[in-house]
């Protein structure tokens, strides 16, 4: 068993300061950071959720969602309680603002609440986690369902197992990881999928308490320093919040700019959380947003959570000869028409992971 990963932290007086995300939390003596899981034990970083995930399954990689890495696949995933963002739309509330319901409200009895709460929780170490993931058939590991930055440590440790054992690793993420921590998982992770929650600030600061220029420079960082990590972006469409024309055209030129070959997921918006009273997302909002999209010159754009007869929204099309050389059903593969990389139909070299 590799020796436990160091914490991504350091000392800053009598306070502890948490260098996982761009928040960089300083942390009292007994008390947690933003997320609520990484606490200031008497001058120690604490990570509550090591080997305590509360959601574990076998996922299709194409649901994380993954397009250009190892499709077809499936991922063996697991997630923790908490998040360092506190998104009102949030799908997987129940286990992302468990931490933060519990200090809401319980402030001075939070801790012990959720310290029952991780007991029922599944033990998995990370030699289990890289069993389970043989047993099962997984071609990766997913870090999923949560935000895993905030249990990088976790994550880093199951990973200098499955490596060994020939298992990949993905974060499926909100991009707001310092570069303390892309640094730290350039070793172990081998794609992420960041999500662009919208590109303006008015909705990262109303709706998720955080900055979109962190998660741009999460995303330049890593595309740019880490460049053998495999990167697929993801867009929720939230009705009358993100999806106006203008700031979706911004969006995919600023994304184009970046690289062209990245895949864009658009995926749509049901109601959840505080945002109950939203309409979920039409399929022609997402048609538009696609349409925008490949015009701003991003070769592969995607459409997800809106199932459409008779379209190619959800295949791979080579942008040379534009035949289908990934067909899909939702979440699963019927036919892959790409040999070593490359377009079985006229040899165009499509980018990914593909092995």
Known sequence: MPKP???????????IECLACRRYCNIPNGEAGFCGVRTNENGKLKLLVHSKPCAVWIDPIEKKPFFHFLPGSKAYSIGTFG???????????????????????????????F???????????????????????????????????IFTEYAIDVMKIAHKKGLKGVYVTNGYESEECWDAISKYINAA??????????????????????????????????KKMWIEITTLLVPGENDNEEEL????????????????????????????????TSSESLIKAREIAKKAGLKHVYTGNVPFSNSNYEATICPKCKKEIIKRTGFYVNEINIIDGKCRFCNEKIDGVWR
């Not at 662009?196 to 595309?223: D, P, T």
Request: proline letters at 6%; aromatic letters at 10%.
């Open 5 to 15: 990963t160091k914490m991504l932290a350091r000392k800053k007086g009598k306070l």
């Open 83 to 113: 998040c360092d963002f506190a998104c009102e739309f949030c799908q997987n509330w129940d286990i992302s603002q468990a931490p933060a319901e519990a200090r809401k409200n319980n402030p001075k009895g939070w801790k012990a609440y």
């Open 115 to 149: 310290e029952r709460l991780l007991e029922r929780s599944e033990q998995l170490p990370p030699e289990k986690v890289v069993e389970n993931a043989l047993i099962g058939g997984c071609k990766s590991i997913a870090f999923t369902y949560n935000e895993p930055t």
């Open 193 to 226: 999928n960041i999500d662009l929650k919208a590109f303006n600030q008015n909705f990262y600061g109303k709706l998720c308490k955080a900055n979109l220029e962190g998660v741009m420079e999460s995303i330049k960082y890593v595309k740019k320093k880490h």
């Open 249 to 280: 055209r911004a969006e995919a030129e600023w994304l184009a700019k970046i690289d062209k070959e990245m895949p864009w997921h658009i995926t749509a918006f049901h109601p959840d959380y505080k945002m109950m009273d939203k309409e979920p």
